[in-house]
């Protein structure tokens, strides 16, 4: 079981309960602008490419590539009790980028470029984060 | 180039290091008075408030009434470690716009000192809600996946992140205020603990308390001053994210590109020019992704351009010539002690590490997770 801050420390709002809700029901959610059609993540209210004010929900097929990753070596409280673990950029196949951890890989096989795919970790009673696996 | 309005004045630290009786407020005072002193003024001469802090939910107005002054401008702008940057461009505006004549900025940490203090009840709300759930220690984290790429895109090496802390090192050494001054090698870099890979305990700033001031002045009054002037003659500042994730190109410190071009045009001078910099240094991959965004070196040249220790005492880059945040002082928003050392370089108060004829400087703040720059360029008579 990977280290958890409580749901409680999470404030969701309107922005982003879809997001969590999603992921509660194994859905990775972002958005898309209705005007550029560009991929948006963190939702939000408004497009940060176009200035657009209409996005629309999607599923994301929850495949992406390694953009950048590190393995932290120390970290805050009960996370602490982790280390190490990798936590990377991934790049959406959709083009948004999100941060996310990479689980169950060898620390040799972590690359940026890697090919990574979506997977659902109820880290809490109530919280469910997406990390991502190697794609073999 | 017109000519320069404002000018500093005055510049001092607090005590630094480790202050654990001490509070923020003390520490600005204290950094306050003696800035004001060495300028020859006093806390009656303040018409301007500059400062940046967590440590209030309204920084000037308790640090001024603590004091005793009534500004009649005021600015907390923060942008991160940066924000003094920031505070010195809009303090030349200000005064060459004629709103205020004495601007004091100041900045006070105890962020060692406080460092067991319990964070709970701590929520994570608005766009804060995505990325620390991961556990990703900040800020050390993020700007472990700018090296990352930065190495991925441009074949910078561990070696070449570690000449930056052992250049720095060495300039710490002849600095009596800095609080690492033992040397160290490449080899000790490398061999110091991963904190967040590729980045070693090595690569990473101190954590210290510390306070800070620095005073600005009209033209007419620095003529006055007690010492030699340290004219303004450029500023930039931008910023371009708050999250990495949202860092439009991790290998690119876009936000010093966009600052150091403004403060170049403005003070008419290329990178050629510059005799001393002070190059923010919160971990060593900041300074080699900074010193290619402001154009000292192309795009993906910065290791090749630090490699050899051309950043150290003698060599024919003078950098982070008081130890830096690496080695000297890190009071979490560090980019007010490169205005204090660069003023210092050009007033020629730096004894063993002058740096001989330095007459134009840089200082460059970065803040947040590569989140904002800003570039100061100062000059002497």
């Given amino acids: 079981m990977p280290g958890q801050i409580p749901a409680s420390m999470l404030q969701q709002d309107s922005d982003s309960r879809p997001y969590w809700e999603g992921l509660a029901q194994g859905e990775l959610r972002i958005q898309r602008c209705n005007s550029c059609s560009k991929a948006v993540f963190y939702p939000r209210s408004i497009c940060p490419h176009c200035h657009a004010d209409q996005l629309s929900w999607i599923v994301a097929s929850g495949k992406g590539t390694i953009y950048s990753y590190t393995v932290a070596h120390q970290a805050f409280g009960s996370f602490a009790a982790d280390v190490p673990f990798v936590v990377a950029i991934v790049e959406l196949e959709e083009g948004a980028r999100m941060m996310s951890r990479i689980v169950d890989a060898p620390r040799e096989r972590v690359k940026v470029g890697t090919v990574v795919r979506v997977t659902f970790e109820q880290v809490g009673e109530d919280l469910t984060l997406p990390y991502f696996r190697l794609v073999e | 180039m017109t000519r320069p309005q404002a000018a500093i004045v005055g510049v001092a630290e607090s005590d630094l290091g480790r202050t654990p009786d001490k509070t923020v407020l003390q520490l600005q005072h204290q950094a306050a008075r003696a800035a004001l002193e060495d300028a020859g003024l006093g806390f009656g001469d303040v018409d301007a408030l500059f400062c940046a802090g967590s440590w209030s939910w309204a920084p000037n107005l308790m640090l001024a009434e603590y004091v005793g002054i009534r500004p009649k401008y005021t600015d907390s702008t923060n942008i991160g470690g940066s924000s003094f940057e920031a505070h010195m461009g809009h303090a030349m505006a200000g005064i060459k716009a004629g709103l205020f004549e004495v601007a004091l900025i100041t900045y006070g940490s105890t962020q060692r000192s406080d460092r067991s203090r319990n964070r709970g009840g701590y929520t994570f709300k608005l766009t804060e809600q995505y990325e620390p759930p991961f556990g990703l220690p900040m800020p050390v984290g993020a700007y472990a996946l700018a090296a990352t790429r930065h190495m991925y895109e441009y074949g910078t090496t561990s070696e070449q992140l570690a000449e930056v802390a052992v250049a720095t090192r060495k300039w710490a050494a002849m600095n009596e205020k800095a609080m690492l001054r033992e040397p160290i090698t490449i080899e000790d870099v490398l061999n110091s603990r991963w904190v967040a890979e590729p980045l070693h305990l090595l690569d990473c700033c101190l954590v210290t308390d510390g306070g800070s001031a620095v005073v600005v002045t009209t033209a007419e009054r620095a003529r006055n001053a007690r010492k030699t002037p340290v004219w303004v003659l450029g500023h930039g500042e931008a910023h371009t994210h708050n999250t990495i994730a949202n860092m439009p190109d991790l290998a690119t410190h876009q936000a010093a590109v966009a600052s150091g071009r403004d403060a170049f045009a403005m003070a008419g001078l290329t990178p050629a020019e510059i005799d001393v910099a002070e190059i923010y240094d919160s971990f060593t991959i900041t300074v080699i992704m900074t010193l290619e965004a402001l154009g000292f070196c192309g795009r993906g040249e910065g290791g090749a351009f630090v490699s050899g220790q051309r950043t150290a005492p003698g060599g024919p880059f003078p950098m982070n010539t008081s130890g830096g945040g690496l080695s000297y002082c890190h009071p979490g928003m560090y980019g007010i002690f490169l205005l204090i050392e660069a003023t210092r370089q050009l ?35």
């Fill in chain 2, 347 to 381: 007033r020629g108060e730096c004894g063993p590490r002058q740096v001989e004829d330095a007459r134009i400087a840089l200082a460059h703040g970065t803040g947040g997770v590569l989140s904002s720059g800003a570039t100061v360029i100062l000059g002497k008579d």
